[in-house]
Nanobody, 115 residues
Framework: QVQLVESGGGLVQPGGSLTLSCATSGSIFSSYDMAWYRQAPGKQRESVASISSGYWINYADSVKGRFAISRDNSKNTVYLQMNSLKPEDTAVYYC?????????WGQGTQVTVSS
C-alpha cells in the first residue's frame, strides 16, 4: 500500500510560479513511476508530467518549457515546479504512483491562476 499526500497548491497570479510536492509512504518509492495529473472543472483528468523509476521524463505539450518534474528518492517525494502559470492551468492537481498493474492516487491539491 502506498499513501500519497500532495501539498503546495494555492492561488497565484498569471505569470507566477508554484511548486507542488507529493510525499509518499508505505512502500519502496524508488521502484514506482511517478506522475502528476490535473483535472479542471468539467474536463477529464489529463496527464501533466511523468518521471519513471529510471528518471525518464515526459511532459504534456501544454506545459513543456514551463513545468519541471523531479523526484528525490531519499525523501520519497516527487515535485512539480510550475512557472509562467496561465489561467488555463487552473485545476486540481493529483499525484500518481504506478508499478506494474498497481496504481495509487493522492487526494489532490487545488491550483488557481487568476488576477
Amino acid at each position: 500500500q502506498v499513501q500519497l499526500v500532495e501539498s503546495g497548491g494555492g492561488l497565484v497570479q498569471p505569470g507566477g510560479s508554484l511548486t507542488l510536492s507529493c510525499a509518499t509512504s508505505g512502500s519502496i518509492f524508488s521502484s514506482y513511476d511517478m506522475a502528476w495529473y490535473r483535472q479542471a472543472p468539467g474536463k477529464q483528468r489529463e496527464s501533466v508530467a511523468s518521471i519513471s523509476s529510471g528518471y525518464w521524463i515526459n511532459y504534456a505539450d501544454s506545459v513543456k518549457g514551463r513545468f519541471a518534474i523531479s523526484r528525490d528518492n531519499s525523501k520519497n517525494t516527487v515535485y512539480l515546479q510550475m512557472n509562467s502559470l496561465k489561467p488555463e492551468d487552473t485545476a486540481v492537481y493529483y499525484c500518481n504512483a504506478a508499478r506494474s498493474i498497481t496504481t495509487y492516487w493522492g487526494q489532490g491539491t487545488q491550483v488557481t491562476v487568476s488576477s
